[in-house]
């Protein structure tokens, strides 16, 4: 085995079972795939696995369980093909007593071995719930999709998750007793209402390094969040509430990269078990999969993997069990504002680079923008508004992505937007109001 081999990992959960991960995770190996992409799914669910269910193998051999009781040498023996071209499946232990509770050691080889795996993307069907292995096997990837319902209960089930994630990770960063003890005894660790950045700025009062070292951890964590089984397009609104809700109270951002439709199709794939993009072609849930995979195929993860070269340490521990109710209410995240068309030319700087772009509307919660080649989803930036008298910034950060239009929502108080916005229709409004897209 030597070493990374896996040009990406993704990692795919969802903290409550029943949300559609392991659906979400076939069909996106199968749309990467599609695509020409070499694709191992990797099912990590230790103890319930279905991947190879799905894909209709009735004798998946070894299974990854063959790795942790050294039966294999290497999860490449337990390597089985699917009847997708350029797919194949590391199939998961099922029914195994006490194979969901494996030793640290062994899960630190299980990710080893994950890594080490050939292939352009390799996709990791975590389990349910939020115990130490799901956990890990979620942070061990490079981009970390989010499975989640509009329901309640799911939005509640995975912000625990994400804040169990988050937590696992900052405790990952720390090379000492004395650091981690600053991340476990937090307040913010064990109560549902404090804010992680708060935790951030006082760990820098103490310990600056450490405080800059768990600030780049946040801003790499690359989670993503992937909305299933939606009834209605308008429920975006929710799963865009819960992504503003984690970025302030847990201050990593998860950019909401696609939503699936409840299908009558999706669900019966189940029972044919031949997963739906097989059958499907222009369905609505089949174009946002593949634009969801073309998304994380076109990613650049080497930055990620740069930045997160902390070394592996002890658990930490935690109440496994407890499923927080939500931080804030979730209606204080949905944010609805008028918006006004306009015309004006603006420049918005962000990480990779510098782009000008134009403005079709604005509102006090963000701006559509027009412009050939966008960030992704989920980028800082700064709008420069070069158009008006005192060439105005607004910080803000890309929210999503449609053809050559996107928008963005901005970060800054709402004072100045609301300034801005009567500043920009004054001078700028458009007769033509620009078509509508959903945007905060």
């Known amino acids: 085995m030597g070493g990374q081999r896996a040009r990406r ?18 069909n996106l190996g199968v749309a990467m795939a599609q695509a020409g992409a070499r694709v191992i799914i990797v099912d990590g669910d230790l103890g319930s696995a279905n991947q190879h269910t799905l894909f209709g193998i009735d004798k998946p ?88 319902t509009t329901q309640l209960t799911s939005l509640q089930s995975c912000y625990a998750f994400l804040k169990g994630a988050v937590f696992r990770e900052l405790r990952k960063l720390a090379d000492t007793a004395g650091r981690a003890g600053l991340v476990e ?22 310990d600056a390094a450490f405080g800059a070292r768990l600030l780049a951890g946040l801003a790499t964590f690359g989670a993503r969040v992937v909305g299933n089984q939606v009834f209605d397009p308008s429920e975006r609104g929710v799963l865009e509430a819960i992504s503003r809700m984690t970025s302030d109270f847990l201050g990593v951002d998860t950019p909401v990269i696609g939503m699936l439709r409840a299908s009558r199709k999706i669900h019966d794939s189940v029972q044919s078990r031949r997963p739906y993009l097989l059958e499907a072609a222009a369905e609505e849930s089949a174009v946002a999969l593949r634009q969801i995979a073309r998304s994380l195929l076109q990613t650049d993860v080497g930055a990620l993997r740069l930045a997160r070269q902390a070394t592996e340490e002890r658990e930490c521990h935690a109440d496994e069990s407890r499923q927080e109710p939500l931080p804030a209410p979730l ?24 782009l000008s772009v134009e403005v079709l509307d604005v509102s006090e919660g963000g701006a559509k923008l027009a412009v050939p080649r966008p960030p992704p989803a989920g980028s800082r930036a700064v709008l420069i508004l070069g158009a008006l008298p005192d060439r105005p910034s ?38 033509d109001p620009a078509p509508e897209e959903p945007r905060p």
Not at 337 to 352: D, G
Request: proline share 5%; charged share 20%.
């Open 9 to 26: 990992v993704i990692s795919v959960g969802g903290g409550k079972g029943g949300v559609g991960k392991s659906i979400v995770a076939a």
């Open 61 to 148: 051999g070894p299974t990854l369980q063959g790795l942790l009781d050294r039966s294999i040498a290497s999860l490449d023996e337990a390597i089985v093909p699917t009847a997708v071209p350029n797919l194949q499946l590391v199939p998961g232990s099922c029914g195994v007593v006490g194979s969901a509770n494996i030793p640290f050691q062994q899960k630190l080889k299980l990710i080893r071995h994950i890594r080490a795996l050939d292939a352009d993307a390799v996709v990791i069907d975590v389990g349910a719930g939020v115990s130490f292995n799901v956990l890990d096997l979620f942070d061990a990837a490079d981009l970390r999709l989010v499975v989640m």
């Open 185 to 206: 005894e937090s307040p913010e660790a064990h109560a549902a209402t404090r804010r992680v950045p708060d935790l951030v700025a006082r760990v820098r009062e103490k």
């Open 331 to 354: 209606e204080s995240y949905s944010r609805a504002h008028e918006r006004f068309p306009i015309r004006c030319k603006a420049t918005l700087i962000f990480a990779a680079g510098t």
């Open 394 to 431: 607004v910080p803000c950060v890309v929210r999503h992505t449609s053809g050559e239009t996107w928008g963005v929502e901005f970060l800054a108080d709402a004072r100045l937007t609301r300034r801005l916005v009567k500043d920009l229709v004054a001078r700028f409004a458009s007769p």
